[in-house]
């Protein structure tokens, strides 16, 4: 991966985030609609696009960016038809993957939109270390769990996970 970073162009990363942005989108959505909250996906999957495309500037432009949602997402609320109680989840449903996939994947590849080539290489350096550390994270979660793993974490949820590989995993 750290190859990949060094030598692929700026838009193959920005394009695998995209891809991670869409999946993610997609993935969150089915969760949220089995908890309840099932989000507006077209409107979720635009905004988190939106927010994570914001910071391949240097200087991105969030916040007119978060406010042109929060209006369409609040004047989507208002013309559903739905209860007012159904909307105002559906609308918390919409903003968990704008804010938790948009920020962070956007966070990501923002450290590639440096200018200045050494704080470049270094952000370079940062991505890598961070699959790194999650790589690393599931790969003692997964065995610790394997060899310790005797209590279920959430067994509705995932049912190979345990309390035991998460600590291991830490």
Known sequence: IYLVLKVAPAWAF????????????????????????????????????????????????????????????????????????????????TLLPVFYLGLTLGHLGGLLAIENPEARERGEDLIALALFAVYCGDTFAYFGGRAFGKHKLAPAISPGKTIEGAICGL
């Open 14 to 93: 920005w394009l695998t985030i995209g891809l991670g942005a869409v999946i993610g989108v997609f993935e969150m959505s089915s969760m949220l609609a089995r908890g309840g909250r099932a989000p507006w996906r077209w409107l979720a999957l635009l905004g988190t696009l939106s927010v994570a495309a914001t910071f391949m500037r240097v200087e991105p432009p969030l916040a007119p960016v978060l406010a042109a949602f929060l209006v369409t997402l609040f004047v989507t609320m208002l013309l559903s038809r739905e209860t007012p109680s159904r909307a105002v989840d559906r609308m918390l449903g």
